[in-house]
């Protein structure tokens, strides 16, 4: 049961290990080792760590896709992992994802008003709202008027888009349900840095406008930096610094958060 003041996810001492044949051998690799952290409502938690580092895994694990080895993940007061059929549809209404790939995330042929209007298909409509296809249309209009596009891209398809494009439809996609949690990862890697600095913008907007709680994923650390309430820093596997976003900017303990920090440049004005 979730209370007022308890943390919206709770991540407790979480590990993920997949079988692989090395050899004659089969072992185990563990790719997530025993990982705690909290994401509290109305934040944005970075996530920051190079390629393989075990963010998509541990984001994977926080939206249900993935089952932990080890440890738990609960969001809203409910353990993800045991949660029953309805309660994890609960919970897949409150957190919604936004994938890196805008050009893979879109169904090619779907049109517009089809994708915005998918998550209502799949979970239903929100108390009050109207179930005709003339209403869902006015709501999806809506959607894409947040995040920056009018109503005549409802009737295109997203080969129609430009990749900047694509992801506001992502996320208005995303935003169909009301959710409390976007779980976004990388998702301007894939865009020009012009673009990408438009599509943060965006979303600090919308958090402000919505109240969202975000879990932001990247291997940027001045973009997460821009963004985030908070940053943990995950190596490996393993989360080796967490803290406030600019206190551990300004000071990092860790040699491999001081190495992220040089490896990547500044955003463009733009973007601050």
Known sequence: ???????????????????????????????????????????????????????????????????????????????????????LRALRRQMQPVFQDPYAALNPRMKVLDIVTEPWAIHGVEPGMKKSRTALRAYAAELLAQVGLDNSA??????????????????????????????????????????????????????????????????????VRYLSTRIAVMERGRLVETGEAEALCSAPREAYTRQLLAATPELPAGAA
């Open 1 to 87: 049961m979730y209370h007022l003041g308890m943390a919206l996810v709770e991540v407790e001492a979480v590990s993920k290990s997949y079988p692989r044949r090395v050899g004659l051998r089969a072992e185990l690799r563990t790719v997530v080792e025993d990982v705690s952290l909290t994401i509290e409502p109305g934040e944005t938690l970075g996530l920051v760590g190079e390629s393989g580092s075990g963010k998509t895994t541990l984001a994977r694990m926080i939206l249900g896709l993935v089952a932990p080895t080890r440890g738990s993940i609960r969001v809203e007061g409910t353990d993800v992992a045991r949660a029953t059929p309805s309660e």
């Open 154 to 223: 409802l009737s295109r398809y997203p080969h129609e888009f430009s990749g900047g494009q694509r992801q506001r439809i992502n996320i208005a996609r995303a935003l169909a349900l009301r959710p409390r949690l976007l779980i976004l990862d990388e998702p301007v890697s894939a865009l020009d840095v012009s673009v990408g600095a438009q599509i943060v913008n965006l979303l600090r907007d919308l958090q402000r406008e919505h109240g969202l709680t975000y879990l932001f994923i990247s291997h940027s650390m001045p973009l």
